[in-house]
């Protein structure tokens, strides 16, 4: 158990619809990732946060965005969801920008 | 353009033997490099970190070794047993801003 917690575990939802993934952080860790892993590609950066703020941003469309609140806890919000989202996306923490990962489980999102 | 890659997708060995898996990069100048083990349909494990001044770093079973001049590292798993099949992940730290992970290479010991 990594310490970092991610809800829900399954998500299933139509095309066009909008859903809300949470993760909660390791207790101490000021960064959080969020990636993205379909079958067909690795995992993917999206964008990190660190202390609230926006720190780095990957491929991440506009469509979706994200947040930290000031309980460190972060959000990533899909918007106007088409087929190709489905996905595994993963939450990550850790103490600093430098520092080691800690993933998730995931949340596996379907769109119908 | 920047690239990592890491050869090959997939890579069968024999129980007992020494798994080796590369992770080569172009335009990146990573400060230090991490690998990761993922099982299907769970979140990456930490495993190794080295930085670019050390040549070496080991773990139990596991070696790493990163050559800065050759842009590569390679992940070594010696007395490999099947509980070790997992894809591996290379990630490389990106100019202190995150960390860009390679397509992993699948792994299978074979008893």
């Known amino acids: 158990d990594s310490g970092v917690t991610q809800t829900p575990k399954h998500l299933i939802t139509a095309t066009g619809q909008r859903v809300t993934l949470r993760c909660s952080p390791r207790?101490?860790?000021?960064?959080v990732y969020w990636y993205q892993q379909s079958l067909d590609q690795g995992l993917q950066f999206l964008i990190q946060y660190y202390n609230g703020e926006e720190r780095a941003k990957g491929n991440i469309l506009e469509r979706f965005s994200a947040q930290q609140f000031p309980d460190l806890h972060s959000e990533l919000n899909l918007s106007s969801l088409e087929l190709g989202d489905s996905a595994l996306y993963f939450c990550?923490?850790?103490?600093?920008?430098?520092?080691?990962?800690?993933f998730g489980p995931g949340t596996r999102l379907t769109v119908l | 353009s920047q690239k990592i890659e890491q050869n090959s997708e997939a890579l069968n060995i024999q129980e007992g033997k020494t798994a080796t898996l590369t992770c080569n990069y172009t335009n990146y100048s990573p400060a230090y490099l991490q690998w990761y083990r993922q099982d299907p349909g769970r979140g990456p494990v930490f495993l190794l970190l080295?930085?670019?001044?050390?040549k070496e770093k080991r773990k139990e079973r596991l070696k790493v070794t990163f050559d800065t001049t050759l842009k590569q590292s390679l992940f070594h798993i010696t007395a490999s047993q099947p509980a070790d099949s997992a894809t591996y992940l290379c990630a490389l730290e990106n100019y202190g801003q995150n960390f860009v992970f390679g397509p992993g290479t699948r792994l299978s010991v074979l008893p």
């Open positions: 207790s101490g860790d000021l960064s």
């Open positions: 990550a923490s850790s103490r600093r920008t430098e520092d080691t990962q800690y």
């Open positions: 080295i930085r670019e001044n050390e």
